[in-house]
């Protein structure tokens, strides 16, 4: 697995403790999880802790993916909490250390087009319902809800 890879190998000459490598990884797959769930409260804190764990960044290419991971995923949980600026500035973010990653340039226009609709209002559920009225196993045959995590 990743994690173990990241345990064997100092990252450019540097030494980092393991357990600066493992609990972001930790945070951020019990993110996916909580997403899942429509815990998408947990996800965020789970997010935004597994980003603090990173530490700046010293962990070379494992860090930066770990890091576009846990961007996202907050993304993800903010824009279901309806923090389209929030989630737009994690998008962002994660765009700036790797401009090709498919699932964040998705969500993007997403949370864009939502935040241009929530200064228009109309009568419609909030965003966690509708992802989880889209993911419900009758709505299309059990597929992931609209935020799915990387």
Do not use: W
């Amino acid at each position: 697995s990743e994690a173990l890879s990241l345990l064997s190998a100092p990252s450019g000459g540097v030494y980092i403790p393991t357990e600066m490598l493992l609990l972001p990884v930790l945070y951020s797959n019990r993110a996916a999880s909580l997403l899942r769930l429509g815990r998408n409260g947990d996800a965020e804190r789970d997010c935004t802790a597994a980003l603090a764990a990173i530490a700046g960044g010293r962990g070379g290419d494992a860090c930066a993916r770990q890091r576009i991971k846990a961007l996202y995923r907050r993304a993800s949980a903010r824009f279901l909490l309806e923090d389209d600026r929030g989630a737009l500035a994690d998008a962002l973010e994660a765009l700036s250390i790797d401009g090709k990653n498919r699932e964040v340039r998705g969500l993007v226009p997403r949370i864009q087009k939502a935040a241009a609709e929530a200064s228009h209002p109309a009568d419609m559920p909030g965003r966690a319902a509708a992802a989880a009225a889209a993911s419900s196993p009758a709505a299309d045959g059990g597929g992931p809800p609209a935020a799915a995590p990387m």
